[in-house]
């Protein structure tokens, strides 16, 4: 058994009504303008459609999988581009060290917890993003939350 903590990516700050916090700055819109990631990110859309939430608590399952790509600047504590960016390359990290484990992988063994928090649920889908690869998602690696 593996089990793997870790604290969400980047975040905006908590509080963005300060004079000195720019919200040009925490970026939450997945449009990079580079073409690797935005393939990335296009690539990670389509993963979350295979991980399914049974959250613990019901209000787990009421978050979003990913953050609201249509609103350029973050809202209060949401997760950035940075933090997406962040877990993705832990994920992928993890996985070279951890190859030969992670390929014997079979139906429900990974199981996933987060507090109730957009960014720590959206934190944990993009680890796992990095973890598992788009194929190892979509073969039918069940993720459950």
Request: hydrophobic letters at 40%; one cysteine or more.
């Amino acid at each position: 058994m593996v089990q793997i903590v870790f604290r969400h990516g980047d975040r905006a700050p908590l509080l963005l009504n300060l004079p000195s916090t720019d919200k040009k700055l925490f970026d939450c819109s997945m449009d990079s303008h580079n073409i690797v990631i935005d393939h990335l990110f296009l690539d990670l859309k389509e993963v979350v459609k295979y991980i399914n939430i049974r959250g613990v608590s019901p209000k787990v399952s009421q978050h979003p999988l990913l953050p609201d790509s249509r609103i350029k600047f973050c809202k209060t504590g949401q997760l950035t581009v940075q933090g997406i960016l962040q877990l993705i390359a832990i994920g992928k990290h993890l996985r070279r060290q951890y190859n030969d484990l992670l390929n014997g992988l079979k139906g429900n063994e990974i199981s996933v917890l987060t507090t109730n928090r957009d960014r720590t649920v959206q934190s944990a889908v993009a680890f796992l993003y990095g973890l598992l690869t788009k194929e190892g998602v979509i073969k039918g690696l069940k993720c459950w939350f």
